[in-house]
């Protein structure tokens, strides 16, 4: 595909296609393996991804390899996303959050985890459109603010997001590291 500009569309998945999702995201976080914590997204299995659409959503993200065709072919899975609305406590996430907003509810968020974009695509702006796309989408359901929890142990995280419009929250401990998950969120207008 080269450095030429990426047309990107994005797909919504549910846990229907778990075996997708796991595949990429698999091939998403290899890079993780050569930390002393890699990153548990390494540990998850199909059924483990099954079970985290199934309480949310999923956005997968396609490039066009060949702008001037729009056949089927054309089109390639570069990365993706996993959603939730920690306000709804199972189903789909569109789903409840729109029924929160249409009763009122103040604060109500949209969250997403395991975004990742496969390594020969990484450095394109591909995750920068993801996580506006997925703005886009909390600020259409009235969401007031977009959060993610990512690795802090991965030096370019924290910056990454902050850069995207994130401010850190709290941390919290895992693998007896005190500040091993860095919560963020952007507020929404």
Known sequence: MGA???????????????????????????????YPLPSSALTETEQDVRRALALGAGVLVEAQSSPASDSAESWML????????????????IAEALAAKRQG?????????R????????????GAALVEHLVEISESLGCEQLKISVRSQQPDNRPYYRRLGFRVTHYSERYEVPDMVTYMERPLA
């Not at 570069?78 to 996430?93: T, Y």
């Not at 509810?105 to 985890?113: C, D, V």
């Not at 975004?115 to 591909?126: A, E, K, N, S």
């Open 4 to 34: 030429e500009p990426l047309v990107l569309r994005y797909r919504w998945i549910d846990s229907e296609q778990a075996a997708v999702m796991h595949r990429l995201m698999m091939l998403g976080f290899a890079e993780y393996r050569r």
């Open 78 to 93: 570069v990365g993706g996303v996993r959603l939730r609305c920690p306000e709804a406590p199972r189903g789909l996430v």
């Open 105 to 113: 509810e103040a604060g109500a968020s949209l969250s997403f985890e």
């Open 115 to 126: 975004m990742f974009v496969l390594p020969d695509f990484q450095g394109r702006g591909i």
